[in-house]
């Protein structure tokens, strides 16, 4: 079946400094791949997705490279914002409408100004 | 892009009372809703999946008598949870597609049963 790892957390960085996060995936097929945040007390947002091997996704000043190779969709930024602290979960899905996600675990960040 | 509103956001009820938590897709129709529990810390766990116009499906270990979802309509899933009891306060959300594999999330719905 398929399944998502997230690295663990919880990851505190300073403001400014680079992020990653890293995703890596099992799955048949090809999956389209997701990263969704979540504020406190809040639903998820979506932050950006791609669809098929190769594609970067990218909002915010995050990106997420689409690995098929490595069967990775690790979250990056270059430069951290306090308002960035929050809960990052990486997901996958089928390509069809109405395919379930499958979820990572999350992984919280705090950055400190 | 796409917004799904959840009702009410947060609630307190009684034990042994029930609750109706309301999902929309206000600006797109979703034949497919689903509704997810959160627990403090922890990821997202799918409950049940809710398909305009026929009975859901339920996640293992997921009671579909103690969990009533309905999809009456293209815009509109309703969770009830019957007959509450504390272990059932959680945090839950709904999400909803917009015509492709991506899904959009409610801002979720907390509950508090005392």
């Known amino acids: 079946g398929n399944s998502v790892t997230q690295m663990e957390g919880p990851v505190t960085l300073s403001e400014e400094a680079f992020l990653t996060i890293n995703c890596t995936y099992t799955?048949?097929?090809?999956?389209?791949l997701f990263w969704y945040v979540q504020y406190p007390g809040e639903g998820l947002q979506l932050l950006l997705k791609a669809t098929k091997a190769d594609d970067k996704g990218s909002n915010k000043g995050f990106e997420a490279t689409y690995r098929k190779e490595t069967t990775s969709f690790h979250l990056e930024k270059g430069s951290v914002q306090v308002s960035d602290s929050a809960v990052y979960f990486c997901?996958?899905?089928?390509?069809?409408?109405?395919?379930?996600?499958?979820f990572g675990e999350g992984t919280q960040l705090t950055v400190n100004p | 892009g796409a917004v799904v509103s959840q009702h009410p956001s947060r609630v307190i009820c009684k034990s042994g009372t029930s609750v109706k938590i309301e999902c929309r897709s206000l600006d797109f129709q979703a034949t497919t809703m689903f509704w997810y529990r959160q627990f403090p810390k922890q990821s997202l766990m799918l409950m049940a999946t809710?398909?305009?116009?026929?009975?859901?499906?339920?996640e293992q270990g997921v009671e579909k008598d103690k969990f009533l979802i309905n999809h009456a309509s293209l815009t509109l899933s309703t969770l009830t949870v019957t007959s509450a009891h504390p272990e059932d306060s959680s945090f839950y959300i709904c999400?909803?597609?917009?015509?492709?594999?991506?899904?959009?999330f409610g801002p979720g719905t907390r509950l508090l049963v005392l």
């Open positions: 997901a996958l899905s089928g390509v069809s409408y109405g395919s379930r996600l499958t």
């Open positions: 999400s909803g597609g917009a015509g492709d594999e991506t899904q959009y």
């Open positions: 809710s398909n305009e116009g026929s009975k859901a499906t339920y």
């Open positions: 799955a048949t097929g090809y999956p389209s």
